[in-house]
């Protein structure tokens, strides 16, 4: 009744921006991401609880925090009332990131693939990691990629009941040496939350369309610059998605910008680099950060050179990582 997982979080490469469907959390297009340690949630869940309670870093939830937990649980306690197990009751959960939380670093997406296989592990209920990526998919979008390391696909399905929206492994953590910096610029919660700033993109930018159209073809892109280990087209492909899907939330009304200044400083370095021979290309979610992909062995120089952009307040460094561990 008890199990403690890690999971990594995970950067897109092709990004997630808008849904098919609210209710069960499917996205309108696919998307790609490469998913990455050291730096993950720690989360440790325990059945047979009175009622349901959360510790996220420390702090114990109120209760109207733990309702989104409490909806997500319920989902395994439907499974495995359906399969036949005696009641879960309420779940003790305490997890811990290792990394600023809500703050567009990608905790979410740590942070429920580690509650889905914890919650799964714990109840005894078996699941194929199909099924752990669409239950973590339920807590949030990017979370079903984590549910696998190294390069992973996500696919929008097409099944009103979301089975097909699921992630899949494409390639190992190890198939190709890079590193990710995550450069941060203004810490703290996000203003507006990627479920927000997406689901008005959706409603009121006129680009929402275009920007789906140009998902599945990088997917593809990007799948083929991976497999070929092309930095420059991967460069290209990356850096494209990020800009089209922030420019279709900036031109919703009204505009959702996670932009800061460093942010923008961070992207004009990055360029420039590029430009004098240093491979390095940048990413941005739902938050002011700036992720630079280098190559491995660029990996201490440009996190430097990072470092020294104005406004980037400090630099954590990762590098691919594999599936979420049960620790028992
Ligand atoms: O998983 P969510 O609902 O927090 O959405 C993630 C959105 C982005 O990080 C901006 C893009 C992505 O694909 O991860």
Redesign the pocket.
């Known amino acids: 009744m008890h199990a403690t997982v890690t999971a990594h979080p ?3 490469l ?4 808008g849904k098919r469907d609210r209710a069960l ?1 499917l996205p309108a297009a696919g ?1 790609l ?1 490469l998913t990455l340690g050291p730096v993950g949630s720690r989360t440790s869940l325990r059945w047979g609880a009175e009622q349901d309670r959360v510790s996220l870093d420390g702090r114990w939830l109120h209760e109207a925090e733990v309702a989104p937990f409490t909806r997500f649980l319920d989902l395994v306690r439907a499974r495995a009332q359906r399969v036949g197990a005696a009641p879960l009751g309420g779940a003790e959960v305490v997890s811990e990131n290792d990394f600023p939380t809500a703050a ?1 670093l ?1 905790s ?2 740590s942070g429920f693939a580690a509650l889905a296989v914890a919650a799964a592990k714990a109840a005894g209920v078996a699941m194929s990691p199909a099924e752990l990526s669409e239950l973590a998919r339920r807590g ?4 079903a ?1 984590s549910v696998f390391g190294g390069f992973v696909r ?1 696919r929008a399905g097409e099944r009103a009941d979301g089975t097909d929206a699921v992630a899949e492994p494409v390639f190992d953590a190890d198939h190709w040496p890079l590193s990710m910096l995550l450069g941060v610029t203004v810490e703290g919660p996000k203003d507006v ?3 927000d ?2 689901n008005r993109t959706q409603e009121t930018s006129p680009y929402f369309g275009p920007w789906v159209e140009t998902v599945e073809p990088a997917v593809e892109a990007a799948i083929a610059a991976i497999a070929a280990r092309d930095f420059e087209r991967l460069a290209e492909v990356a850096e494209a998605s990020a800009l089209a ?1 922030h420019a279709s939330a900036i031109a919703a009304v009204p505009g959702v910008l996670y932009w800061r200044g460093a942010t923008v400083e961070a992207v004009h370095a990055v360029r420039s680099w590029r430009a004098a021979g240093i491979p390095a290309f940048f990413t941005i ?2 938050g002011p950060h700036v992720k630079v992909c280098v190559p491995r062995e660029d990996e201490e120089r440009v996190a430097e050179m990072l470092r020294d952009v104005p406004g980037v307040s400090r630099v954590i460094v990762t590098r691919p990582a594999g599936a979420p561990v049960v620790h028992g």
């Open positions: 995970n950067i897109a092709v990004k997630y921006w959390n998307s991401s567009g990608a979410s997406s949030s979008g990017s979370a990629r996500m939350s990627s479920r700033g997406m899907m979610d739902a």
